[in-house]
């Protein structure tokens, strides 16, 4: 099995920039089986800028590096697609430039990618036998942290002694994900991680886990690079556009939203 940080970084380079016009939460509605294939910030529409900064993304991932560290490369790579900050929007998290929303964009699709390496290193049927569940875990400290336990039992989740514990492969992570993925990060700037759990922990608890949450999951070769174009392919393209609904529209490789008619 390939290691952790080659799949991440594997996973990285399969994936296709989506260029869009839409916001963090339009593009939420688009499932997930694309988004997983997709490179994308809300509201970028500059596909060779995209582009660029998948390959900055990337590099830092495959260095093992933080994804804080991308952000002065993106930042060049902004400012050299010539971008310009809507009037008004400059240095909020509108901005392209500001060293908030560079930072989001780095840290998410790196944190993603990561996430995604360690998910695949799970999917190995003694892996699961000696770690078959996992805690989630403040990683990171935050100045107004959400409220995981509410969000965990809202979404299913049963509490184990006042912790959020689970099998690997339960359901409940990617319902607790507001990209529908059973991998961290979970939320944008959520510090929230993954503990691993032993057989002898998780029986000492009382832990109650399926054998499905023990089977391994299908890890996608990404060397076969069979994701497919997005969103030029004919499929892809329907199903976008029926997440999204008729508001919306595919364009020049693009997806866009109609203006609001007055």
């Known amino acids: 099995m390939a290691s952790k940080w080659s799949t991440a970084v594997k996973k990285l380079r399969s994936q296709r920039v989506l260029p869009s016009n839409l916001s963090s ?6 499932r997930v089986s694309i988004r997983r294939k997709a490179f994308f910030s809300a509201r970028v529409e500059n596909a060779k800028l995209l582009e660029r900064m998948k390959k900055i993304v990337t590099g830092v991932v495959d260095r093992g590096e933080p994804g804080a560290n991308a952000i002065g490369k993106l930042r060049a790579a902004v400012e050299a697609s010539g971008y310009r ?34 998910w695949a290193s799970k999917q190995d049927v003694d892996k699961l036998r000696r770690y078959p569940v996992q805690q989630l875990v403040r990683k990171l400290p935050r100045v107004e942290p959400r409220d995981w336990p509410a969000r965990w039992r809202t979404m299913g989740g049963a509490m184990v002694q006042g912790d959020m514990i689970a099998g690997v492969n339960n359901p409940i992570w990617a319902r607790i994900s507001r990209f529908g993925l059973p991998y961290p990060p979970f939320d944008f700037n959520s510090g929230m991680g993954l503990r691993m759990i032993g057989a002898k922990e998780a029986e000492k608890r009382k832990v109650r886990f399926s054998s499905l949450d023990m089977s391994p999951r299908r890890v996608p070769n990404f060397d076969d690079d069979a994701e497919g174009e997005l969103p030029r392919d004919e499929s892809i393209r329907e199903a976008l556009l029926k997440d999204l609904g008729p508001d919306f529209y595919v364009r020049g490789g693009k997806v866009k939203k109609y203006a609001a008619s007055n």
Do not use: F, Q, W
């Open 85 to 118: 900050a809507v009037p008004g929007e400059e240095g909020t998290i509108k901005d392209l430039t500001s060293s908030h929303r560079l930072k989001l964009i780095a840290e998410t699709n790196a944190g993603m990618a990561r996430g995604y390496g360690e």
């Open 25 to 30: 939460a339009e593009l939420s509605r688009i």
